[in-house]
């Protein structure tokens, strides 16, 4: 028997789907910022079930669903160690920072609620680790982040930008190079378009 109410697990499919993919290159953050705010309200066995079945429905072969580990990163808080696990798909274009806490959801990094991916490309030489054991984790140690996001739309890309090169200085000891801050700039492109 159903109680007439709305499955909130089925409203996150889309968003869950639109933010699983391992295209990096092409990586959206308002994709992953939707994705995080809707499992949010199904609390944490919920959104682990959610990534789950996410999973269990995708041709793994074709896409290995990569993107959950970004999910996974900003769906949890960050842990009292001052970092999440690392994440083991390859060698990362950009090396994780000395400091992990300086940079807690690497390969991300967040300005203002809004995630941007430093590494878009990571060169495999075995296997890469499953998001199942990402999952295990979180569903064994993770707390669910306290608020959903936020991202400011006040903030023009040129604020977010600097923002972003100051937290990279701080982690790295240097500026993005102009290459990186491309990227990023396009990254915030796709977040209001």
């Known amino acids: 028997m159903t109680s007439g109410r709305p499955d909130p697990a089925k409203g996150t499919t889309a968003q869950l789907a639109a933010a699983a993919g ?5 990586f959206d953050p308002g ?11 199904l609390g944490k066995d919920g959104a682990l079930d959610a990534v789950e079945r996410q999973l269990d429905g995708a041709d793994r072969v074709a896409d290995p669903q990569h993107g959950l580990f970004l999910v ?15 994440v083991r798909i390859g060698i990362p274009e950009a090396l994780e920072p000395h400091d992990a806490s300086v940079l807690p959801y690497f390969p991300l990094l967040v300005v203002d609620d ?19 054991t990402h999952v295990h984790h979180f ?3 993770g707390v669910l982040r306290g608020t959903p996001l936020r991202p400011r739309a006040d903030l023009g890309p040129t604020v977010v930008l600097d923002h972003a ?29």
């Not at 391992?22 to 092409?26: A, L, W």
């Not at 994709?31 to 309200?41: E, G, H, Q, R, Y």
């Not at 809004?114 to 199942?132: C, D, H, K, M, N």
């Open 139 to 141: 569903r064994a140690h």
């Open 72 to 86: 996974l990163r900003l769906l949890f808080a960050v842990p009292d160690s001052g970092s999440h696990p690392p």
């Open 22 to 26: 391992s295209d990096f290159v092409s």
């Open 114 to 132: 809004i995630p941007l991916l430093l590494v878009t490309t990571f060169l495999l030489g075995g296997s890469a680790e499953r998001v199942e």
């Open 165 to 193: 090169s100051t937290l990279y200085r701080r982690a790295y000891g240097e500026s993005p190079r102009p290459g990186l801050r491309a990227v990023l700039e396009e990254q915030l492109n796709r977040l209001v378009t």
């Open 31 to 41: 994709a992953l910022v939707a994705a995080v705010n809707a499992l949010l309200p």
